[in-house]
């Protein structure tokens, strides 16, 4: 139920902030994040690096694929594979902003910079509300900090 509410905070919070500012901060790749960040997120894919770190992965590949290659139905199954081969590279792999191309092959109207701001700092807002929001009882330990790596002995 935590997972849940928190969930609907954020996303109605972002909603509501849309808004006021009349600006699309309702993207769908957000509601997959929050299943992530508020349901599962011991997941290597819902840490904050991988969570940022893919939304801005697969928005500058779009925004590379939109500017050098035509607006056609290829290009965009081609920059969600580009994008995807990207964060598995990087190793920043985050699900949900593998659809920034699709998402900005809906939106003619606004421009991949202007998503790609967008997608980052909704992302960035989001990773810091659920670590504000695990902290909540019951506690949950978010971000996972990865284990020390264990003491070398020299001989």
Known sequence: MKGGLGAAVCIGAAGWLAGRTHLPLLLAPFGASA????????SPLAQPVNVVGGYLLAGLVTLLAQMTLPADWWVVGLTVGAAITAMSLARLTHPPAGAMP???????????????SIAVAGAAVMVVYAA???????????PKRPAPAPARVIN
């Open 35 to 42: 299943v992530l960040l508020f349901a599962q997120a011991a």
């Open 102 to 116: 699709v998402v900005v092959a809906g939106s003619s109207a606004m421009p991949a910079l202007e998503l790609l």
């Open 132 to 142: 504000l929001h695990h902290r909540l009882p019951p506690k949950f330990d978010y």
